[in-house]
């Protein structure tokens, strides 16, 4: 298992990093959940600098500063709501990550926290969200070597569990 990877349970606007992760929506303009939580920690500059930026589809992202929060930028990513799973909901889950981490080596950002992509209101379920999110990260804390530290921040203990629960039984199949 990579060292440089952990699994927490908190609140991912107080972590020290460089770029923390905002599960949002098509809009980009503020949402409730944990985009309602960035938009308040950081204040309203965060808003102004989203309106610039046109929205942004199911699976990318983009990204602003991080104004009041300890993290100097925010990447913006629009999960999938979950329709059953026939509607292309694992792919553009894994896009989510894949474009986060994109811009994470665009903008040289070494240490990146992300919440519990499309779990909360978008449904997602977690055994399968969380497979595929750790799936992501492991290969990009394989393939880039600039990357320090990737966290992921489970705000309910449920959902904390579940990741720990997956990070296993990908160890046991690796
Ligand atoms: N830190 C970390 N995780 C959090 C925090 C926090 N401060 N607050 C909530 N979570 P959700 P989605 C967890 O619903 O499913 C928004 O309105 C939460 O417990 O925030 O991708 C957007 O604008 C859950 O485990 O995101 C969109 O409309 C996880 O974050 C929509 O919700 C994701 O839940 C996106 O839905």
């Known amino acids: 298992m990579p060292s440089r990877f952990s699994i927490v349970q908190g609140d991912i606007t107080t972590q020290a990093v460089d770029a923390i992760v905002n599960a949002a929506n098509n809009s980009l303009l503020g949402g409730g959940g944990v985009d309602g939580a960035i938009h308040h920690a950081a204040g309203p500059n965060l808003l102004e600098e989203c309106r610039t930026l046109g929205g942004c589809e199911t699976g990318g992202a983009k990204i602003t500063k991080g104004y009041n929060l300890p993290a100097k930028f925010v990447i913006h990513t629009v999960g999938p709501i979950w329709q059953g799973g026939n509607h292309n909901e694992e792919k553009l889950l894994a896009n989510c990550y894949r474009n986060s981490f994109a811009l994470a080596r665009k903008h040289h950002i070494g240490t990146i926290a992300f919440p519990s992509i499309s779990t909360g209101v978008y449904r997602f379920p977690i ?43 990908l160890a046991k199949t690796n």
Request: hydrophobic content about 35%; some cysteine; overall charge negative.
């Open 127 to 169: 055994e399968r969200a969380s497979r595929n999110a750790l799936q992501e990260i492991f290969q990009e804390l394989e393939t880039n070597t600039n990357l320090e530290r990737v966290v992921i921040v489970c705000f309910d203990r449920a959902t904390y569990e579940a990741y720990l629960a997956t990070e296993k039984e």
